[in-house]
């Protein structure tokens, strides 16, 4: 059976998502300083029209986002027009048979081990056919829209007014309200006037809901461990002493923000500060094209300078505030750095000194509309002109789908997530035929079938990233997409007590309330390493047979035929956390101590490169297929062979710390009793800290046989 045939009998490609229907809404006047103007219609009225939409052919399958409505309210109409951009998740050829041989690829059993694919191999066998691509892409250039996609050919990224919007999905958009969230959504169900193959769309409902999980803390160590520290106490070093510190090799982060890349940016004044070598930091364009007959309707070429929106992001400033919605933001003015995405690549870079870090960062600036004129420029708006720019971590898919195009990095590491429940209807179906199937699956998928190890962040608020329109907390143990997709390695947290020169003090704990309090001793966004059992995602083949410690999780001893999360852990707990250099070119910047498992997630793709770098150098390890014979696909695979037995002579007590003290319970606040049922550390696999941390040089002499100190 060829990669081609490949169907799974468990299930088959999600079902045929095509919607029909015409329609469109209409606006006049300004936009208004306070949304809830003049309101058109009632709140009872919205959500009616919203549940009703009785159209020739609306389906359960096509996502938009309208579980997000659900529980909000709406404020009322949009006055004038203004740009805007959306990303159109396309029907695949075999959705599941995707996600199945990304598995495969992976899994050392299989006969498709290591067996990876390139962009345009996914896109043939697996994504929406040419044909697909180009008919959708001409029905929304109907409408005056400009269309960007892929060669993988799961997405299209769209870019135009927000009234050409309302009439390619026959709809009107105005003013939602959830919690302290004013954003832009449909009043009714979306729709297309023609047969089009449309899985899923992401944007139309416009709050983002993926949060970053860094930490930045006041007090604990004075700067924060220097990455010397850090390789010694986690045995980068030992890698190092063979000469593997990831030359040649290219590792890759999901952008949240701006980051500095000048002489004076953060990367070499940590380098400076620290006297420690660090790799070359380039940010990577993220450009899609239009599918047309000029590249064989792939979507691939130089030709057009700005395809379906995305455009060369503006430079880094100074710190600014920018203004509060619904006032557009301005980001030629201002564009302050991001912390998370300084976190993200200062561990990279200072940790794997020798590879090339890629970071992905987009940008969509729309276009600007004259809200008397009608007239549109290109940004920036001048007076008069409305844009709603998105950037970063708002369009994180559009990078994700530039990665998978490149197909450059060989590990790459997402400082993000939300909880399960904020990405039902979303990114990927919660319930029927069609669960655990959507954008974010795909896009994951396609990564580890091309070989790419991704490393997600588990999240930072304990056995509990499930939270309402409202901010509060939901009352039940959840977990964090995208750590617990199956196609990624979710990564947690430790506590680790260190000297000067990276000599452990004690024992290596989970990051948990226990450990420093919380950080800071809040609940939101500080309480420790995210794990549990996924409710979305069945349990992946190498987790088959995985049970936690007994007695040590009361509602779940065992993972129950789901996924559990995390799968290892590294240095997260801010009291024990990385030196963070922030705004160093600017006015404000220094240096202190951070954390979150966004400092997890960059460390285990920084050691990734490192064992990468060995296989490439071993001729019995480098016999990967697909152009790029070091990779080893999802991690995963190898990480749950060593917990089975052994590798290369080397045991899992040999490879992994094994964490056996801290739990994850979270507290939702002072006073309030802590949400049971989960987790706590233990022998062997758990669901805080998963197998345990893995050690750099122990990890290259496992996969690889090449022995090191």
């Given at each position: 059976?060829?990669?081609?045939?490949?169907?799974?009998?468990?299930?088959?490609?999600?079902?045929?998502?095509?919607?029909?229907?015409?329609?469109?809404?209409?606006?006049?006047?300004?936009?208004?300083?306070?949304?809830?103007?003049?309101?058109?219609?009632?709140?009872?009225?919205?959500?009616?029209?919203?549940?009703?939409?009785?159209?020739?052919?609306?389906?359960?399958?096509?996502?938009?986002?309208?579980?997000?409505?659900?529980?909000?309210?709406?404020?009322?109409?949009?006055?004038?027009?203004?740009?805007?951009?959306?990303?159109?998740?396309?029907?695949?050829?075999?959705?599941?048979?995707?996600?199945?041989?990304?598995?495969?690829?992976?899994?050392?059993?299989?006969?498709?081990?290591?067996?990876?694919?390139?962009?345009?191999?996914?896109?043939?066998?697996?994504?929406?056919?040419?044909?697909?691509?180009?008919?959708?892409?001409?029905?929304?250039?109907?409408?005056?829209?400009?269309?960007?996609?892929?060669?993988?050919?799961?997405t299209?990224?769209?870019?135009?007014?927000?009234?050409?919007?309302?009439?390619?999905?026959?709809?009107?958009?105005?003013?939602?309200?959830?919690?302290?969230?004013?954003?832009?959504?449909?009043?009714?169900?979306?729709?297309?006037?023609?047969?089009?193959?449309?899985?899923?769309?992401?944007?139309?409902?416009?709050?983002?809901?993926?949060?970053?999980?860094?930490?930045?803390?006041?007090?604990?160590?004075?700067?924060?461990?220097?990455?010397?520290?850090l390789?010694?106490?986690?045995?980068?070093?030992?890698?190092?002493?063979?000469?593997?510190?990831g030359t040649?090799?290219?590792?890759?982060?999901?952008?949240?923000?701006?980051?500095?890349?000048s002489?004076?940016?953060?990367?070499?004044?940590?380098?400076?500060?620290?006297?420690?070598?660090?790799?070359?930091?380039?940010?990577?364009?993220v450009?899609?094209?239009?599918?047309?007959?000029?590249?064989?309707?792939?979507?691939t070429?130089?030709?057009?300078?700005?395809?379906?929106?995305?455009?060369?992001?503006?430079?880094?400033?100074?710190?600014?505030?920018?203004?509060?919605?619904?006032?557009?933001?301005?980001?030629?003015?201002?564009?302050?750095?991001?912390?998370?995405?300084?976190?993200?690549?200062?561990?990279?870079?200072?940790?794997?000194?020798?590879?090339?870090?890629?970071?992905?960062?987009?940008?969509?600036?729309?276009?600007?509309?004259?809200?008397?004129?009608?007239?549109?420029?290109?940004?920036?708006?001048?007076?008069?002109?409305?844009?709603?720019?998105?950037?970063?971590?708002?369009?994180?898919?559009?990078?994700?789908?530039?990665?998978?195009?490149?197909?450059?990095?060989?590990?790459?590491?997402?400082?993000?997530?939300?909880?399960?429940?904020?990405?039902?209807?979303?990114?990927?179906?919660?319930?029927?035929?069609?669960?655990?199937?959507?954008i974010?699956?795909?896009?994951?998928?396609?990564?580890?079938?091309?070989?790419?190890?991704?490393?997600?962040?588990?999240?930072?608020?304990?056995?509990?990233?499930?939270?309402?329109?409202?901010?509060?907390?939901?009352?039940t143990?959840?977990?964090?997409?995208?750590?617990?997709?199956?196609?990624?390695?979710?990564?947690?947290?430790?506590?680790?007590?260190?000297?000067?020169?990276?000599?452990?003090?004690?024992?290596?704990?989970?990051?948990?309330y226990?450990?420093?309090?919380?950080?800071?001793?809040?609940?939101?966004?500080?309480?420790?390493?995210?794990?549990?059992?996924?409710?979305?995602?069945?349990?992946?083949?190498?987790?088959?047979?995985?049970?936690?410690?007994?007695?040590?999780?009361?509602?779940?001893?065992?993972?129950?035929?789901?996924?559990?999360?995390?799968?290892?852990?590294?240095?997260?707990?801010?009291?024990?956390?990385?030196?963070?250099?922030f705004?160093?070119?600017?006015?404000?910047?220094?240096?202190g101590?951070?954390?979150?498992?966004?400092?997890?997630?960059?460390?285990?793709?920084?050691?990734?490169?490192?064992?990468?770098?060995?296989?490439?150098a071993?001729?019995?390890?480098?016999t990967?297929?697909?152009?790029?014979?070091?990779?080893?696909?999802?991690?995963?695979?190898?990480?749950?062979?060593?917990?089975?037995?052994?590798?290369?002579?080397?045991?899992?007590?040999?490879?992994?710390?094994?964490?056996?003290?801290?739990?994850?319970?979270?507290?939702?606040?002072?006073?309030?009793?802590?949400?049971?049922?989960?987790?706590?550390?233990?022998?062997?696999?758990?669901?805080v800290?998963?197998?345990?941390?893995?050690?750099?040089?122990?990890?290259?002499?496992?996969?690889?046989?090449?022995?090191?100190?």
């Open positions: 059976m060829n990669a081609r045939d490949f169907r799974p009998a468990a299930a088959l490609a999600l079902a045929a998502a095509f919607v029909t229907g015409c329609g469109g809404g209409s606006h006049g006047g300004a936009l208004p300083t306070d949304p809830g103007a003049a309101a058109g219609m009632s709140q009872a009225q919205a959500q009616t029209a919203l549940s009703t939409y009785a159209g020739p052919s609306t389906l359960a399958n096509f996502t938009w986002g309208k579980e997000t409505l659900r529980t909000a309210t709406y404020v009322g109409p949009v006055h004038g027009d203004m740009g805007m951009s959306v990303s159109v998740a396309l029907k695949l050829q075999n959705e599941r048979g995707l996600m199945q041989y990304a598995q495969e690829a992976s899994s050392p059993k299989s006969a498709f081990y290591r067996k990876f694919l390139t962009p345009a191999e996914i896109g043939a066998r697996y994504g929406a056919t040419a044909s697909d691509v180009a008919a959708t892409a001409k029905y929304f250039n109907g409408y005056h829209i400009s269309v960007g996609t892929w060669p993988q050919h799961l299209l990224t769209l870019a135009g007014r927000l009234t050409s919007f309302e009439k390619a999905f026959g709809t009107t958009i105005g003013w939602w309200r959830a919690g302290k969230t004013t954003f832009l959504a449909p009043v009714q169900a979306p729709h297309v006037a023609v047969a089009l193959p449309i899985a899923g769309v992401v944007g139309l409902v416009q709050p983002h809901f993926m949060h970053p999980y860094i930490i930045r803390m006041s007090r604990g160590n004075t700067i924060g461990y220097s990455p010397q520290m390789a010694n106490g986690f045995d980068y070093s030992g890698a190092y002493s063979k000469g593997y510190n040649g090799i290219n590792i890759g982060i999901i952008g949240t923000g701006p980051i500095d890349t002489a004076n940016g953060d990367v070499p004044t940590l380098s400076k500060l620290f006297k420690a070598r660090v790799a070359t930091v380039t940010v990577a364009q450009r899609a094209q239009p599918a047309s007959g000029q590249n064989n309707n792939t979507g070429g130089a030709f057009d300078p700005n395809p379906g929106g995305l455009a060369s992001p503006p430079p880094v400033t100074d710190t600014c505030s920018l203004p509060p919605f619904p006032t557009p933001p301005d980001y030629t003015t201002c564009n302050p750095e991001d912390g998370e995405a300084q976190l993200d690549t200062e561990q990279q870079a200072s940790l794997a000194p020798g590879a090339n870090v890629l970071f992905y960062f987009a940008y969509n600036p729309a276009i600007c509309v004259n809200t008397t004129t009608g007239n549109e420029t290109a940004p920036p708006c001048g007076a008069g002109e409305v844009t709603y720019p998105l950037i970063g971590i708002q369009i994180a898919d559009d990078e994700i789908q530039q990665a998978i195009a490149d197909n450059k990095v060989d590990a790459v590491s997402l400082s993000y997530g939300l909880g399960e429940n904020g990405g039902c209807g979303y990114y990927y179906s919660c319930s029927g035929s069609g669960q655990g199937t959507g974010g699956p795909d896009e994951f998928a396609a990564l580890a079938a091309e070989g790419i190890a991704v490393f997600a962040s588990s999240g930072d608020t304990g056995n509990q990233s499930c939270f309402d329109n409202f901010g509060n907390p939901l009352p143990p959840c977990v964090s997409y995208p750590a617990s997709d199956p196609s990624v390695v979710g990564v947690g947290g430790v506590n680790a007590p260190m000297d000067t020169t990276g000599k452990l003090l004690g024992q290596i704990a989970a990051w948990a226990q450990s420093t309090q919380g950080g800071s001793g809040n609940f939101n966004n500080d309480v420790g390493s995210g794990g549990g059992v996924s409710q979305v995602f069945p349990t992946p083949v190498w987790q088959q047979g995985v049970t936690t410690p007994a007695g040590s999780n009361p509602a779940s001893p065992q993972l129950n035929g789901y996924r559990g999360v995390p799968d290892i852990a590294l240095m997260a707990d801010p009291f024990t956390g990385p030196a963070l250099v705004n160093s070119a600017f006015s404000d910047g220094g240096v101590p951070s954390g979150g498992t966004s400092a997890a997630a960059p460390e285990s793709a920084a050691e990734w490169a490192l064992v990468e770098q060995a296989c490439k071993t001729p019995s390890c480098a990967a297929s697909g152009g790029h014979p070091e990779r080893l696909g999802n991690p995963n695979g190898i990480f749950y062979k060593i917990y089975a037995g052994s590798l290369n002579g080397l045991s899992y007590n040999d490879v992994f710390y094994d964490v056996l003290y801290g739990q994850n319970q979270a507290n939702s606040g002072p006073g309030a009793p802590p949400i049971t049922g989960c987790c706590t550390s233990g022998k062997g696999y758990d669901l800290t998963g197998l345990g941390v893995p050690f750099g040089g122990h990890l290259v002499q496992a996969i690889t046989g090449q022995v090191t100190p």
